[in-house]
């Protein structure tokens, strides 16, 4: 992790960042996906059981093929985590087929199953090699038969690592919009709506053109609340009026001129669905979907939540404890959207707090939290990701504090190691980070504005590069206070 002790050069270096670096990995440990399907999913006696209970009905393995399929940043390991239990319960390699799409560097080798990486580390959008790949699962699943089995999955990145543009709509309508709400500051549950509706994968897609008779999803969240229409935009989940929810969030943030092909589909889709004014339906953002349920061509889907968000901060704050402080955890509530300028400025009052109670009494302290915020660029922006961007309005806030406390770190990282279209994962700031800001003469309040937080934190020492983590369960956020 770059910005760790073992990196860091500068003033004001202290045992906070061992610590940071201790408590993050145990974060990310907490989320492997091989981890968690060992610890939830077992293969007995030719039954598929969860936490050591049966599926209603039960789900008994090895009458017929078996495929595997999904995507995200975490699949791959999902998927090798699932293989690995399947053999341990006696299910050969030759029984088990499948494809899953992920990004460049989280690759693995999987017996029976193509681990395809379709687009670029650091860029998350769809390409044409994932609508190949996600329209090969299509076909896969298709052809099996009711006593056959499919498991899909899911992770946080799937949402361009799934991608089947319908009839009408080009993949680059699909990339300008996608890009344009990104920059306009759409939080995810709005490009996730705007995503299912331009998709044959997305909102149900998948389980709908399964033939198989059972269709088993294994969910890793990155979406907090954990709304499985919104994980990778649900790809086994029946989603209602996504045509006219997603023509709600275009209109709302201009967005009709950016892709003209998709809003005519839109269009035409929400009026064959009898649904008026498309900017007054806003269903389907809710937790609603059901877990389980049975697609028109008799399929029965079920969904097992792996993992989420709260998972890793559980994690974190154990760490924390164990190395010695006391430690908050600050929940955030479901549909929260938050921008990292306000994160940022949140963190550093949390700081503030921390280090003078620390000075009070000697007590080391922590508050951890998780989240994905929001970022909106202008017209003429830098470079960086959310959590930089959200450590450099941490530092642009402490500006008025006439020092930053010796003893104090702020940092936000993604849990899959990408932070933007950057190679950090996210950022930190402590003495070292303010006191090379000062002696280098940057501007940390202009770097917010312009959100060039990847230029202000690369200069100063705070970048935290961990690399493609093989996970994803959104952002964590660490402020920690010692003496």
């Not at 789900?59 to 690995?84: E, S, Y």
């Not at 341990?88 to 030759?94: E, L, R, S, T, Y």
């Not at 932070?419 to 980070?433: M, R």
């Amino acid at each position: 992790m770059a910005g760790s002790p073992t990196r860091a050069e500068g003033r004001g270096l202290g045992p906070w960042r061992n610590d940071l670096a201790a408590i993050v990995a145990a974060a990310i440990a907490a989320v492997r996906p091989e981890r968690l399907v060992a610890d939830r999913l077992a293969l007995v006696a030719g039954e598929l059981l969860i936490d050591g209970r049966s599926l209603d009905p039960p789900l008994t393995v090895g009458r017929g093929r078996l495929a595997i399929v999904g995507g995200g940043k975490a699949a791959a390991g999902m998927a090798v985590g699932l293989v690995d239990a399947l053999a341990a319960g006696g299910i050969a390699g030759g029984q088990v087929t499948g494809l899953v799409s992920v990004p460049a560097g989280s690759g693995r080798r999987v017996t029976g199953v193509e681990v395809r990486e379709t687009r670029p580390a650091a860029e998350n959008l769809p390409t044409s090699a994932a609508v190949e790949a996600t329209r090969e699962m299509i076909a896969m699943v298709s052809t099996l038969g009711p006593d056959e089995l499919a498991v899909a999955v899911v992770s946080g990145g799937g949402s361009a690592l799934l991608a089947a543009p319908p009839v009408g709509v080009l993949l680059e309508d699909k990339v300008a919009v996608t890009r344009f709400l990104s920059a306009a500051g759409a939080d995810i549950t709005e490009l996730n709506l705007v995503r299912q509706a331009a998709s044959d994968v997305k909102g149900g897609g998948l389980a709908r053109a399964c033939m198989a008779g059972r269709l088993l999803v294994l969910v890793l969240s990155d979406v907090i609340g954990d709304p499985l229409e919104f994980i990778a935009s649900g790809p086994c989940v029946p989603v209602a009026a996504t045509a006219a929810a997603a023509l709600a969030v275009l209109e709302r943030f201009g967005a009709t001129r950016a892709a003209p092909r998709l809003t005519a589909v839109l269009q035409a889709e929400a009026a064959r669905a009898g649904l008026g004014n498309a900017s007054a339906v806003v269903s389907a953002t809710g937790s609603s979907a059901p877990a389980s349920w049975t697609t028109p061509r008799g399929c029965r889907v079920d969904h097992v939540l792996l993992g989420t968000n709260a998972t890793a901060v559980e994690a974190a704050a154990r760490a924390a404890e164990a190395i010695g402080y006391t430690v908050t955890i600050r929940p955030v509530a479901s549909g929260t959207s938050e921008t990292a300028d306000e994160v940022g400025r949140r963190l550093a009052a949390d700081g503030r707090a921390l280090a003078a109670a620390v000075a009070a009494d000697g007590r080391a302290r922590a508050v951890i939290q998780g989240g994905e915020a929001v970022v909106r660029l202008p017209a003429d922006h830098g470079r960086g990701g959310r959590n930089q961007q959200t450590v450099a309005a941490a530092l642009s806030e402490s500006i008025t504090w006439g020092g930053w406390p010796p003893g104090l770190l702020v940092a936000s990282l993604g849990t899959d190691g990408e932070d933007g279209p950057t190679a950090a994962a996210g950022g930190l700031a402590d003495a070292a980070v303010a006191g090379r800001i000062q002696d280098l003469g940057l501007d940390a309040a202009a770097a917010v504005a312009r959100c060039d937080a990847l230029t202000l934190l690369e200069a100063a020492g705070g970048l935290v590069v961990t690399g493609p983590t093989g996970t994803n369960v959104a952002d964590v956020r660490i402020v920690l206070a010692r003496p």
